[in-house]
């Protein structure tokens, strides 16, 4: 497999501003220098605590906000530089699924309309070719085609993002950002709409960062999952792995939090003391030493770094870097 995404570095702050001249007093560090690659037709989970930057890094790759610095190499292309007349041609290879249907999907529109709009913005069909893409479109996700005179509101929670899936769908994208497309549906529906999505990146060689914060789906839905604590990445593992035997301290009190549907089973949970620091005055050193169970001094100042393990295993702990004895790797287990 080629590698479809690189991403060298990404960083997304936001200024915090203060008084009449909105002079720059701060900025929170909301994606603080990730790097990662996806692999053609492969699904790349992303998951983490709420504010951990997960949401911000998909519009950062797709350039719904602006990166303040790194590459995002699509391609090869570093659509991070692109100017946005060129950039507005590349888009037709990379969509987006939201995670509320509802307020994704303009309310005074009927579907037909939602789906001709980036036929008509980025094609050159005739009415007749845009009318049977929109028909075609609506069976690909399972919706009769005669309903594409109704509205959003006349939809179903499941039925609406299945259309938010075909507007995605509708320039033949390459690479799909699915920002907790299932989090608002019903738990019925999701295997559905999840289903959907593995079938439809199959017929079409699709390639997904999946964002969410449930557990249970990213492991049925994703080839490698990436964890974020706090704007950074702090582990990416194949998912069978990371499911398996977590590395980091984090990924351990997160896994640990799943419940296991066997009442034999007894698993140990690791309550995370304190809260998670602001991303406006993130701590020093490791993000996560604050909350971490096993943390060493180093872990207050040094940054750790961002490295293979073992078997495509990457991890940033202290823990994991060979100049810490093996007692101290041990401990970690």
Known sequence: MSTLLKVNNLIKHFPVTKGFFQKQVG????????????????????????????STTGRALLRILEPTEGEVLFDGVDIAKLPKKELRAFRTNMQMIFQDPYASLNPRWTVQQVLEEPL???????????????????????????????YPHEFSGGQRQRIGIARALALNPKFIVCDEPVSALDV?????????MKDLQQKFSLTYLF???????????????????????????????I?????????????????????????EQIVLSGDVPSALHPPAGCAFHTRCPVAMDICKTLVPKWSEVSGGRKVACHLYEQNHTKEEQGSCH
């Open 120 to 150: 008509i913005t980025h094609g050159n069909l005739t009415k007749t070719e845009v009318k049977q893409r929109v028909t075609e479109l609506m069976e690909l996700v399972g919706l009769s085609p005669q309903q594409a005179s109704r």
């Open 27 to 54: 900025a929170v560090k909301s994606v603080d220098g990730i790097s990662f690659e996806i692999e053609e037709g492969e699904t790349l989970g992303i998951v983490g605590e709420s504010g951990c930057g997960k």
């Open 188 to 196: 019925s529906i999701q295997a559905q709409v999840l289903n959907l």
């Open 211 to 241: 964002i969410s914060h449930d557990l249970s789906v990213v492991k049925f839905i994703s080839d490698r999952v990436g964890v974020m604590y706090l704007g950074k990445l702090v582990e990416l593992s194949p998912t069978k792995s």
């Open 243 to 267: 499911f398996a035997e977590p590395l980091h301290p984090y990924t351990k009190a997160l896994m640990s939090a799943v419940p296991i549907p066997d009442p034999e089973i007894k698993r």
